[in-house]
């Protein structure tokens, strides 16, 4: 697995508040974020099936669930795109939730993004 680099997460996870969930354990931390990637990568296929078949209450569920795993690893940005979805689905309408869904799409790619992308070298 690889190492966490702060440059690279910075923008998508607060690594202060995922250090102090994870008792400042950088083992556990990274474990965590790679079972968030993995997990939450798997409920967003899970979600955009959802929608393609018009089954609002199941992503509505989804997306909550999402909200709070991206609530736990220190995903703000992530966290706030997954909860502004499930409250547009308490309304009912896959229609009007539909850009939200395309927000956390891109939220999603910005972390995926920083999770993939090598650490950064800094030149002496």
């Known amino acids: ?24 354990n950088l083992e556990f931390a990274e474990r965590m974020l790679t079972l968030f990637e993995n ?7 899970e979600l955009e099936r959802a929608f393609e078949q018009g089954d609002v209450e199941k992503a509505r569920r989804v997306s909550h669930r999402f909200a709070g795993a991206s609530a736990n690893a220190a995903a703000g ?4 795109r997954a909860t502004e979805l499930r409250n547009d689905l308490r309304e009912g309408s896959l229609d009007a939730a ?5 927000e956390l799409r891109q939220e999603w790619q910005r972390f995926t993004e920083a999770m993939s992308s090598p650490p950064l070298v800094r030149q002496a």
């Open 98 to 102: 539909r850009p939200r869904l395309h």
């Open 77 to 80: 940005r992530l966290h706030g």
């Open 1 to 24: 697995m690889a190492k966490i680099d702060a440059a690279n997460l910075s923008g998508v996870i607060d690594l202060n508040e995922l250090m102090t969930r994870c008792l400042n």
């Open 39 to 45: 997990r939450c990568g798997d409920d967003l296929t």
